[in-house]
């Protein structure tokens, strides 16, 4: 209320102070504008009469006379003072220079009048400019040796100079101040209650004034407008229009309105007193304050009350948690009574959040154990132990159905665990978990426990939610049973979509049997898991069913005819017999039994080995393949086409190793640009020309030897090598088209879906999406 108070006051006193102002600043417009229409009228009837006076056949002849003056040339004086002079109470005199004889010719006291002042005045100043008033001393008054000076406005017309720059005829016509004077003094009387006053100063700094000798009660002003026109240097150019200035003058605040006078080249000024012009908002001021100041105490008043009386119950309730005691120590730190209160909630609620977590934790850690227990030694519990267990873990099993285990093994384990930081990882697991529960508990009972750090289990009723009628027919039954093994299949399917589309994260399921019993679920663990090593074969993001097992009866045997042909066909260099092959030897093994389809991959791994070591004691240059070859991490490989793509490009590099020695030169180039390309795909300007330069070698050269070596052109093979890794990055990252083709160094979008598609038949996002499909 109080800030909502002194808002109000002080709005109502800017929105006064603004309208005074406004007022004030229209009233000093409209005297300002008026005494320069005045001013500006007379400029521009002087200037008239100045040019019809000079272009008159007479003052033409008086200008340029040079005999003896007679009556005639008495008499064009006589004529112009009685027509011009005496028509125009406004002009004081009228001189007509002749530069011949160097005299005035004036209608003022005599026909030929020296005005000293006027002869100094174009002496000091032989630029004098023509039809602008000068402001300038003059005779007022000539008796005897009695002489007043007052005041005028000189106007000089003239057209031409002689050559000591002095002017060749004049006419100059003098003004008399007192109608101006009068118009200010008329003004200033007016506003005599409210103390303002007008000025104006022409170019030189000099005040327009009536007098010689300025009033003493305006010389502080005077001073002041002086100083303010040269120092912030106001002039009738910088001023467009009228100007309201604040400032101090001998202690006293005064409002300053300035308005220029372009014609005459003058500024004009009104001067106010700020106590004045402010007078009434001082007197609203002091009555807001008063008012507000009494609202204020009322407000004071009445809000101590209500708080008196607002603050009894909290009073009660600071005596029920002890506040003078010397409990809650902590809390009494704060001496305000709400931040106690505060603190005593808070630790309350945290002790209990805090007691909540731990049982939840708790119960989570014992749930996982017997679900573990479960799994690994469902033998040794007891029907009794798993109704007790499930009461109170609420476990979504019933012992009653029939069982079935699901693995699910993250795929490129090694490469998730080394992207991303243990709780990345343990929110990604999270996330698996809850999505495939999700879906599977919308028509199943089940429960899942992460087993290893690549595993969960799932421990299901295969039966679903909906049990079938016992009264049933047998035929009935088995469709039922086989709808719900569909629908499982089709649950376990969609939740490997979702979590790849969300996560960039593919998981391979494994199935086993369907038991009854619950001591059987260990055995069905243990089926599942020898089944996951079968990945291997079918793949990535796969659902192995036991029945593909089963059907398939693998084989224990393994014919070394096709591997034997191999390395016969890659001794000769028969690179295109040689991969067909290799496609015959990679069906054959993936129809083996899983150790035995290791033992083939070992003994063909050892093989091409073997041709390597011959090949290098001969061969100048030794043969360098893949480290992969000679270590351990090729029986990490996760499924059987990537070990046959790391072997189809060792046979690449063996082949082109073998051809014929007289090509060893030709073959050491083509492998320069062949490093050279792999070396700096990502660059942006890989090019011919730049391989070219690298090797200084012509670049035609280069292309012919890399496309007799290669069967490929330079650009080819660049855009071979930047698919293949932009199709790596698809596959095993989570970065978007536009990052991948950064890092293959690729700019031009629509020229990488071009080669893409041409390469892979499907744009880049197709790619994605039916790789997914595919695994």
């Known amino acids: ?148 000076y007052s005041n005028v406005l000189s106007y000089f017309m003239y057209e031409m100079k002689d050559k000591q720059n002095n002017m060749q005829g004049a006419v100059i016509i003098n003004i008399k ?15 005599n209650s409210r103390q303002d006053k007008i000025f104006i100063i022409n170019d030189e700094g000099e005040f327009i004034r009536d007098g010689v000798n300025s009033n003493p009660d305006n010389t502080q002003f005077e001073d002041y407008l002086r100083k303010l026109y040269f120092s912030k240097k106001i002039s009738v150019e910088k001023i467009k229009q009228t100007e309201l200035l604040k400032d101090s003058i001998n202690g006293k605040n005064y409002f300053i309105s300035i308005i220029p006078i372009e014609q005459a080249g003058w500024v004009m000024y009104k001067v106010q007193p700020y106590s004045i012009v402010f007078d009434y908002i001082n007197k609203l001021k002091i009555t807001i304050l008063v008012i507000t100041g009494i609202v204020l105490i009322l407000i004071f008043i009445a809000s101590y009350s209500i708080s008196k009386g607002i ?291 070992a003994h063909l791994v050892n093989s091409l080995k073997n041709i390597v070591y011959d090949m290098n004691q001969t061969n100048r240059e030794p043969i360098i393949i893949s480290p992969i070859l000679s270590s351990n991490e090729i029986f990490e490989l996760e499924t059987i086409d990537e070990f046959k793509g790391i072997i189809m490009m060792i046979l690449q590099q063996i082949a082109v190793k073998v051809e014929t020695k007289s090509g060893n030169r030709d073959m050491e180039l083509a492998e320069s640009i062949q490093h050279i390309i792999i070396k700096n795909y990502t660059d942006y300007d890989l090019s011919i020309a730049g391989i070219s330069e690298k090797l200084r070698l012509p670049a035609a050269r280069i292309s012919k030897v890399f496309k007799e070596n290669y069967n490929m052109s330079v650009v080819e093979y660049i855009n071979m090598v930047r698919l293949e890794k932009a199709v790596e990055w698809m596959e095993n990252s989570r970065l978007s088209i536009g990052e991948i083709m950064n890092k293959v160094g690729i700019e031009n979008e629509s020229y990488f879906y071009k080669i893409f598609k041409a390469k892979y038949g499907t744009t880049p996002r197709g790619y994605i999406s039916n790789n997914f499909k595919k695994q």
Not at 83 to 106: C, D, G, L, T
Not at 355 to 368: L, P
């Open 1 to 148: 209320m109080i800030i909502l108070i002194i808002m109000f006051s002080s709005l109502i006193y800017l929105n006064v102070e603004k309208t005074v102002l406004g007022s004030e600043y229209e009233t000093s417009q409209k005297i300002l504008n008026q005494m320069k229409y005045n001013i500006d009228f007379l400029d521009q009837m002087v200037k008239n009469l100045c040019l019809s006076t000079y272009y008159s056949n007479d003052i033409k002849t008086l200008m340029n006379f040079t005999e003896e003056e007679t009556y005639e040339q008495m008499n064009i004086i006589n004529k112009l003072s009685n027509s011009v002079v005496a028509s125009n109470p406004y002009i004081q005199s009228i001189y007509v220079y002749n530069n011949r004889k160097k005299v005035f010719y004036s209608t003022y006291n005599s026909f030929k009048y020296e005005d000293p002042d006027l002869l100094k005045l174009i002496q000091s100043n032989p630029n004098i400019p023509v039809l602008k008033p000068i402001f300038r001393r003059t005779e007022s008054y000539h008796s005897g040796n009695v002489i007043k």
């Open 311 to 601: 603050y009894r119950p909290f009073e009660g309730l600071l005596k029920l948690v002890g506040f003078n005691s010397q409990s809650n120590v902590k809390a009494r730190q704060n001496v305000d009574e709400f931040s106690y209160l505060h603190e005593v909630y808070k630790s309350s609620i945290d002790q209990i959040e805090k007691f909540s977590t731990e049982r939840r934790n708790n119960e989570k850690i014992i749930k996982t154990y017997f679900l573990r227990k479960l799994i690994l030694q469902s033998g040794s519990i007891s029907d009794e132990e798993f109704e007790i267990n499930k009461a109170e873990h609420d476990l979504l099993l019933d012992r009653n159905q029939p069982f079935r285990v699901i693995l699910l093994i993250i795929d490129r384990h090694k490469e998730f665990e080394e992207k991303n930081d243990l709780k990345t990882r343990e929110l990604t697991k999270f996330a698996i978990v809850n999505i495939t529960m999700e879906i599977l508990t919308a028509g199943f009972y089940c429960e899942a426990v992460e087993m290893k750090n690549d595993e969960i289990a799932i421990i299901l009723n295969s039966a679903g939610k909906t049990q079938p009628d016992m009264d049933l027919n047998s035929d009935r039954r088995e469709i039922s049973a086989a709808d719900n093994y569909d629908k499982l299949i089709q649950k376990v399917r969609e939740a490997q979509e979702i979590v790849f589309r969300y996560y960039n994260i593919s998981f391979t399921a494994v199935f086993s049997e369907e038991m009854s019993e619950v001591g059987s679920i260990t055995r069905l663990y243990n089926q599942a898991a020898d089944c996951s090593v079968y990945r291997f074969v079918f793949g990535l993001s796969s659902v192995i069913l036991p029945e593909m097992l089963n059907k398939n009866s693998f084989k224990t045997d393994f014919k070394y005819e096709n591997q034997n042909k191999l390395l016969g066909e890659l001794k000769q260099a028969n690179l295109k017999n040689a991969e067909n092959c290799l496609e015959s030897i990679i069906e054959d093994i993936r129809k083996l039994e899983y150790n035995n389809m290791m033992l083939s991959i």
């Open 177 to 191: 101040l007192d109608w101006l004077i009068e118009n200010i003094n008329i003004i200033n009387m007016f506003n």
